[in-house]
């Protein structure tokens, strides 16, 4: 297991923005084109989220703001969010695994609430 602290999203919502051809490109250009690194994307039919380092959260949302026409209804921002990741061997094949690794980080997270 690893992780990540060094995480905030920005999460762009709108009805089907997920799909609708070209949304993706002009919103992670615009990020990337004020210098800064998108760490990873997640998109769905509502929303596509973005995974950027906490301290480049602000200027990424100000950066889409400007957008126009805007491809988005709302913008928000999640900053108490960490990264997790699970690798080894039987992970998938072995039952069990992934509950107790979930499990273990579920258990950790209730410490600190």
């Known amino acids: ?13 709108a009805p089907g923005v997920g ?6 490109a002009r919103v992670s ?6 210098g800064l690194n998108i760490k990873s994307v997640v998109t769905s039919q509502t ?4 995974l950027l380092a906490r301290k480049d959260l602000d200027k990424a949302n100000q950066a ?6 805007k491809p988005y209804r709302r913008l928000e921002k999640v ?3 960490a990264l997790v990741g699970i690798v080894g061997k039987g992970l998938l094949r072995r039952k069990g695994i992934a509950a107790r690794c979930f ?4 258990s950790e997270m209730s410490m600190w609430k």
């Open 19 to 24: 799909a609708r051809p070209g949304v993706l």
């Open 64 to 69: 889409v703001q400007l957008l126009s026409p």
């Open 1 to 13: 297991m690893a992780h990540d602290t060094d995480i905030a999203i920005l999460k762009v919502h």
């Open 47 to 50: 929303c596509i989220s973005f």
């Open 29 to 34: 250009s615009t990020i990337t084109g004020t």
């Open 103 to 106: 499990t273990a980080v579920a």
């Open 79 to 81: 900053q108490d969010v």
